[in-house]
């Protein structure tokens, strides 16, 4: 009998798929959400060039994906071809959205050297409670100017090995 507790593994993709199911975005309707909420906040409407021009892919693959979260029922087109976000694509669109904006903070806290990149690539896999544990994390610290300069002094200090 092993000593170690038993989980379930899974690959990327797998865990990936599990968490898909549930709300039935991927990481790439993900990242069209968010970015068609960031532009209905400027304007309360974008247009599928703005995205694709933001997003830099190719207009009809913006087209696909925005048909596609229409059909998930966060979108909708208006009659001058306008996209706009349903109550549901605004309550996903903002998760989305202080979730990144979250995460890239805390990248910018830890000594990312590309905080952007890096939350891109990250932010996709973290469950909404540890999206809250960060953003605690990081006003423990707003909170604690000064443990957060003991921190910073700290990581200054680590030699890390070459990778």
Do not use: W
């Amino acid at each position: 009998m092993s000593q170690f507790p038993t989980h379930e593994f899974h690959t990327v993709r797998g865990y990936q798929l599990k968490k898909q199911n549930k709300s039935g975005l991927t990481p790439a309707l993900e990242d069209y959400l968010e970015m068609a909420y960031r532009l209905c906040l400027e304007e309360n409407y974008t247009r599928v060039n703005k995205l694709s021009e933001r997003l830099h892919v190719r207009p009809s693959s913006a087209s696909k994906m925005v048909a596609r979260l229409v059909g998930l029922g966060y979108l909708e087109y208006d009659s001058f071809e306008s996209i706009l976000l349903t109550g549901e694509g605004r309550t996903a669109g903002a998760y989305l959205l202080e979730r990144h904006n979250t995460v890239e903070r805390f990248f910018i806290m830890v000594g990312s050297p590309n905080p952007l990149e890096e939350a891109e690539l990250v932010e996709h896999t973290l469950s909404t409670l540890t999206v809250l544990e960060i953003k605690a994390l990081l006003e423990f610290f707003t909170q604690n100017p000064d443990i957060e300069k003991q921190f910073k002094k700290f990581r200054d200090t680590v030699v890390f090995p070459e990778i």
